[in-house]
């Protein structure tokens, strides 16, 4: 979660044209910026420190001092920036695509950690933890990966529901209190039917949790916080293979967390799901 290269790196994209400058010196001198003062920085880019700040909080630092940190705790790992996503291709061998998927599943995690804040999840957890209810919205691909979080949710006795298809999800939001949260996984962030549920939600002050791309969008702008899921798959992007990892991997993290925050009670919990499936698989 600390490597501000790879932050700076994923979120470059969504930068205005004088940020994408500051960001894109920091990238080309990372040893260099864990001593320089804003000022000198400022000075080398020809920008001003107004936008070195405008930059650290696009890409979710809360300031320069915080980038600085993340930077150093990047530098001594190997860098990541090496690493290209690989796409499939026609003539890859069953040989190649085993390592091309394996690898790009695990480049996708690394960096999907690497643009999440910890404060961030800490504030998702306790938010899960003191819901009445949760509600999980999700299509397609996303859709699979709200089930599966409704899954993990229920064998601990967290009340929660996963609607995957419009209509129940603007039935089921409307019903929604401030007691509530809506749990809203949307890759693009610009999906037309979470959308639309989470503008419901907000007018009735329900809180909104999104998992998106890490990018600018319109669902991160609406929610009350916001986790990432690394962005980098292309044309095989289609079949949400590499993203549905990464996805599934903040899930268990949440999961696990929440499950942390009453170990024995969600102890006894799963035992007795693990039982009840057991005894009617026979």
Known sequence: MENGLERIRQGISILKPSERKVSEYILDNPKEILQMPIAVLSKKTNTSEATIIRMCRSLHFKGYSELKLNIAAALPQKNPIEHKYQDISPDSSLSETISQI????????????????????????????????????????????????????????????????????????????????????????????????????????????SLTEYSNNTLQKLADHNLFVSSTENFIRSAATASRISQLTIIDILFTGLASLYFDEAVKYLDKTREVISKFSK
């Open 102 to 209: 394996a690898s790009n599943n695990i480049y996708s995690i690394k960096n999907t950690l690497s643009v999440n804040d910890e404060e961030v999840m800490k504030k998702v957890i306790q938010g899960l933890h003191t819901a009445r209810r949760i509600a999980i919205i999700g299509v397609g691909a996303s859709g699979i990966v709200a089930l599966d979080f409704e899954q993990k949710l229920k064998r601990i006795n967290k009340w929660c529901e996963a609607l995957i298809d419009s209509h129940s999800q603007l039935v089921s939001v409307i019903n929604l209190n401030d007691e509530d949260v809506l749990f809203a996984i949307s890759y693009s962030g610009e999906t037309k039917e979470i959308i639309n549920a989470v503008n419901i939600a907000k007018k009735n002050n329900i809180k909104v949790i």
